[in-house]
């Protein structure tokens, strides 16, 4: 019925929603769109009208008469005030007879266009899967299929194209499940292996220089800090090459366990590369950096350099001659690093801050300055532990679970838009403090399809004219160049700037220790981890901190969960883990830039217990016949073959 399909609709993420409904017609109608008359057939279920809309289909007024009674199949959506539908099959229904070759039986649906019919595509695929099928071969091994109680691929397609029942499809769907996952487990575990077999010697004799750096510093290292040092050392000093993830909630102090690392390579005379994904960033790092090692820097004589590709060409020149002849122990930069051109005397480390912002070509290029350089990746995002087995699943994991002594827990609070006076006024307190405050939007133009959220550049002229005249307020945006977003962070570090309305660009990354509030206008437009994300921008000193996240007043079920979750959880670990329930597995951070075969049925939420069986599958294949060697094991070489220029043997994961 309609009212079942107006459900769905209401909980669809897409607005859209595929049903089948028995219908009578009412009447015809024409509607004039661009110059183009538009023939409408309005229908009822009884209770409920609806509109299906024959786009270059004039015909059909002909053919759906008016009082007639069909069976009406389509994806229905809510537009212009009526239920609607432009991509349908239908079927005469006259008593209880219909076509028995397209209703009353199971019919798989196509994407499609709206000219482009489902009767029309389930024919052309009907006729190319009966006549072909057969000649299918398996991309798995025969005795795994045979074990694992698998069809061969050719019934599979079959299945999935000409289904017999509902239970064949939801049988092959199964089983093309765990074909799918076998292949993506064979290209990690195959990187795992290779990875495992490269000898890098004795690289590294001591640590005394790193050791002094960090018994010089005011504070005591956290447990998790100290655990993560002892496992980079152990792969340091290992004759194995380092492939580690360090995950680490933003400010659990991940930078100065990446600098032990460098200062390990330092002393045994290798440079240090660490990539970053934008120059904003890069500077950001930098400064920390070169903070962080202060006088020990000068003291030891360690040469700290930034490269990016908006520096002068003779200040690039520069740096990329100290580079090669090994003057610059220490370069921090972006995508320049990489460049042709470019070389380093002696690269024995890389690390890569938030990898799944770079190419799989990128992060390969970079490690090939070097001879099989160790690699640390860092990341702040929250990963679920699904992704830590597929995306990150060539890498040790390592994590920082703990935060530093006097941090306090960042209160967050969630208001509707027509509470925001009572947030302003909340902020304006921190202001009198003397403290500083974020104002977040979504957008930096206009949107016809969003207008209840204003643009960032009105938000702005309403925070200095109206709300904050007192206050000197700055913005900051992805369309500003990279000189311009850093001489607006670095007025609004030093005081000059006291309110910085901004888009998501200072979503990682930027620290002012005194800014302790931030508002996320529009909250629900951002998904779960980026609001962690945004949130971690505060509370990066001993002050107590505010997260203030205001919606629009009516917003969808899965919006209030992720405020609710916002409110209740602090820490990136518990919130991946709703976010990844709450988001499709397409969305999920890092998997398109992870170089590893996309997926056709596969779903890394849903299908979790398959993906495990696969990963212990093909682990256990891999202990008895590393280089797969015998004969049985054909068709997994055939799968690496097939990714391995694709995947340019990326060591990074």
Not at 70 to 75: A, L, M, P, S
């Amino acid at each position: 019925s309609f009212s079942e399909v107006i459900k769905e609709l209401y909980s669809s993420q897409t607005g859209k929603t595929h049903a089948t409904v028995i219908v009578e017609v009412l009447e015809h109608k024409f509607v004039l769109a661009k110059d183009k008359k538009i023939p409408k057939v309005i229908v009822t279920d009884g209770e409920i009208k609806a509109e299906l809309v024959c786009y270059n289909r004039e015909f059909l007024i002909n053919t759906l008469k008016i009082g007639e009674k069909f069976i009406v199949t389509g994806t229905w959506e809510y537009k212009f005030n009526s239920l609607q539908c432009a991509t349908f099959d239908y079927s005469t229904l006259d008593g209880n007879s219909y076509k028995k070759d397209e209703f009353g039986v199971v019919l798989p649906i196509y994407s499609s266009t709206e000219n482009l019919r489902q009767r029309t595509i389930r024919k052309t695929v009907h006729l190319i899967v009966s006549h072909f099928y057969k000649e299918i071969e398996d991309e798995i091994p025969e005795y795994v299929r045979k074990a694992r109680h698998l069809l061969p691929m050719s019934k599979i397609i079959k299945f999935l194209h000409i289904p017999p029942s509902v239970k064949a499809v939801e049988i092959a769907r199964k089983n093309m499940v765990y074909y799918e996952f076998f292949k993506m487990n064979t290209i990690i575990e195959y990187q795992r292996t290779e990875d495992s077999k490269i000898d890098k010697g004795k690289r590294y004799s001591s640590c005394k220089l790193a050791d002094e750096f960090i018994a010089s510093l005011p504070f005591e290292l956290t447990g998790a800090q100290k655990r993560a040092i002892e496992e980079i050392k152990r792969d340091l000093f290992s004759n194995k090459v380092m492939h580690r993830l360090i995950q680490g909630d933003v400010g659990s102090g991940k930078t100065i366990v990446a600098i032990y690392a460098m200062l390990v390579a330092v002393e045994n005379g290798l440079q240090t590369a660490i990539m970053v994904p934008t120059e904003v960033l890069a500077v950001q790092h930098y400064i920390n950096i070169t903070n962080l090692l202060g006088e020990f820097a000068k003291k030891h004589k360690i040469n700290i350099r930034l490269l990016k590709g908006g520096m002068p060409q003779k200040n690039k020149r520069l740096i990329s001659l100290e580079m090669e002849i090994g003057k610059s122990q220490i370069v921090v930069g972006t995508h320049a690093m990489f460049q042709e051109g470019i070389k380093f005397k002696n690269l024995g480390l890389v690390i890569i801050d938030e990898q799944h912002r770079f190419g799989v070509e990128q992060r390969a290029k970079l490690i090939s300055k070097g001879n099989n350089p160790d690699v640390l990746v860092m990341t702040a995002t929250p990963i679920p532990r699904t992704l830590t087995m597929t995306v990150y699943g060539t890498l040790d994991l390592t994590v920082i679970d703990e935060m530093p002594l006097g941090r306090k827990k960042i209160i967050t609070k969630w208001y509707k838009k027509n509470d925001a006076h009572i947030v302003y006024e909340k902020v304006r307190e921190e202001l009198k403090k003397g403290f500083k405050a974020y104002f977040v939007y979504p957008f930096i133009e206009d949107s016809e399809v969003l207008e209840d959220i204003q643009s960032l550049v009105e938000a702005y002229n309403y925070l200095s004219n109206e709300v904050f005249k007192e206050y000197k307020v700055g913005i900051l945006h992805g369309k500003m160049t990279p000189e311009e977003k850093y001489e607006v962070m670095q007025n609004f570090k030093k005081g000059e700037i006291r309110v910085l309305t901004s888009t998501t660009v200072i979503e990682v990354g930027i620290d002012v220790p005194d800014a302790t509030v931030i508002v996320i206008e529009g909250a629900e437009r951002f998904g779960l981890s980026q609001l962690h994300q945004l949130r971690g921008r505060v509370g990066r000193g001993p002050y107590q901190s505010y997260c203030y996240l205001i919606t629009s007043e009516k917003i969808t079920e899965d919006a209030k969960k992720r405020m609710l979750a916002m409110v209740k959880y602090d820490d990136g670990f518990s919130i991946s883990e709703i976010d990844l329930s709450l988001r499709g597995p397409g969305e999920i951070i890092g998997y398109q830039q992870s170089g590893l075969p996309e997926f056709l049925l596969a779903d890394l939420i849903k299908d979790q217990k398959i993906l495990e069986l696969t990963r212990n599958d093909v682990r256990k294949i891999f202990k008895s016949d590393p280089d797969l060697a015998k004969e049985k094991n054909t068709s997994m070489r055939e799968i690496i073959k097939r990714y391995l220029d694709k995947l340019n043997v990326v060591r990074s994961g």
